[in-house]
């Protein structure tokens, strides 16, 4: 007979951490997990391109955004990168670093990922439930919680673990209601949730948009409307039959979106040749003699972007540079550099990898429990932290499932019965 029992809501990589943690810090305790998906792990399947990037071998606080960082840092240093690399080993999955930093399955199966940590669940005694959507989570003055499922089941539970997940990519299950379950429960969130890691717009016809497929390495800074340089990365970018994409927009799409909507003014700029500067690119220009001007930039651009990003400066690529106007070749130079995207918005939640906002941990104490609600914890994406691209944000699944679910073990097994601050 087991003494009480932890419902985790969501079963996705920081659900299924949480309630590993929990059973297999308190066995005594019966662990269920729910998910309201059909089939398990959608996202972890897709993460990566199938090969499911599980983290970074360089982890820390600097590369999140969300709350504040002494907060996620002390989250992040109780179930570190080594953790997580002993963890899945003991899975039978070896990790293995590739030159950018990232850790995969040396498989290259996301699917591998997926199979350890439910094996490691099942191993653990974790109960697995799914598709039981979850549509209420009822606290009781008596300090206990009813887990209500669409399916009509009331679990009744000591402690409940929200890993609903964000936002983004709906369909894998993760659409947002968990935001409606924290808020019942009296949890804050961020005034604004939206998209991050997520492509751009470009404007009906433009230019680069014809470019489908072409991807450059490339310098992008979000400017506010003073001209002052509020982020910058520099990575791949790849023209989309959309507008932007790849490692570098995905990254400063976050910031971009939250510098806009304090200051319309915002702008993204690109420099598509990052290692130049305007005064060097003037100077390669004036010597380029009598050829044309798309030659001057390709290589190191590729012959198409070349001739593009003459024409975004109103620059005929054929042109030679001796025959170019000062003011042409200024043109040019500031296009090269600093060329303003007019980027039109973002693609939204449907492709966003991660979702910006959420459960502030402000509201959280260290272990991830409501301050203001014995025995309720959050952890994942539902919290107000999103990581850059490159596997931090399943660190992040990781190390906060782990930490919630290891203390609402805690707070079952403590043997204290405090009384309940609700
Ligand atoms: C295309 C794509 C690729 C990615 N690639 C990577 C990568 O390679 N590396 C990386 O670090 N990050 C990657 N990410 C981000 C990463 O997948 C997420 O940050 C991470 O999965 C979040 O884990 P989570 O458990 O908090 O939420 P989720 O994985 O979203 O899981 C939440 C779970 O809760 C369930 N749920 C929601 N509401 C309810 C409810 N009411 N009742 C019951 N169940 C519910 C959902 O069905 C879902 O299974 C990628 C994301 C996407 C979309």
Not at 93 to 122: C, H, I, M, W
Request: proline share 5%; net charge positive.
């Amino acid at each position: 007979m087991k003494k009480d029992t932890i419902v985790v809501i969501g079963a996705g990589a920081a659900g299924l951490m949480a309630g590993i943690a929990a059973a297999r810090q308190a066995p005594d305790l019966e662990v269920v997990v729910l998910d309201g998906a059909t089939r398990l792990g959608a996202k972890i399947l897709i993460a990566g391109g199938g090969r499911c990037n599980v983290t970074h071998c360089a982890v820390s606080e600097r590369d999140f955004h969300g709350s504040t960082p002494a907060a996620i840092r002390r989250i992040l240093r109780a179930f570190d990168v080594e953790a997580t690399r002993a963890f899945f080993a003991a899975q039978g999955v070896t990790l293995k670093q590739e030159a950018t930093g990232k850790l995969f399955p040396v498989s290259d199966k996301a699917r591998d990922v997926l199979d350890a940590l439910v094996g490691a669940a099942r191993t653990a005694g974790v109960t697995l439930q799914h598709p039981q959507r979850v549509v209420g989570v009822h606290a009781s003055d008596d300090g206990r919680f009813v887990v209500e499922t669409s399916q009509g089941t009331r679990l009744p539970a000591g402690a409940v673990v929200l890993a609903t997940g964000g936002r983004s990519v709906p369909k894998t299950g993760s659409d947002g209601a968990g935001y409606g379950l924290a808020r019942d429960l009296g949890l804050p969130l961020t005034p604004r949730i939206f998209p991050a890691l997520v492509p751009l717009r470009l404007p009906d016809g433009h230019l680069l948009r014809s470019l489908s497929g072409l991807s450059t390495e490339v310098r992008l800074v979000v400017a506010s409307s003073t001209g002052r340089h509020l982020h910058a990365v520099t990575g791949s970018m790849l023209c989309t039959h959309q507008g932007l994409s790849g490692p570098a927009v995905l990254d400063v799409s976050r910031v971009w979106q939250a510098a806009l909507a304090d200051d319309p003014g915002t702008a993204l700029l690109v420099s598509w040749l990052p290692d130049a500067s305007p005064e060097d690119l003037d100077r390669r220009f004036q010597q380029h003699g009598a050829r044309p001007m798309r030659r001057a930039l390709s290589p190191p651009l590729p012959e198409r972007l070349a001739e593009a990003v003459c024409q975004l400066a109103e620059v005929d690529p054929d042109q030679s540079a001796a025959t170019l106007t000062r003011d042409a070749r200024r043109r040019l130079v500031a296009t090269a550099t600093a060329w303003r995207a007019p980027v039109t918005g973002t693609r939204g939640f449907e492709v966003a990898e991660v979702t910006a906002g959420g459960v502030p941990l402000s509201a959280l104490t260290g272990e991830l429990e409501a301050r203001h609600c014995r025995g309720l914890f959050v952890c994942g994406e539902l919290c107000d932290v999103d990581g850059r691209i490159g596997g931090f944000n399943f660190q992040w699944a990781w190390a906060s499932g782990t930490v919630a679910g290891r203390a609402a073990a805690a707070r079952l097994t403590s043997g204290t019965k405090d009384p309940v601050s609700r």
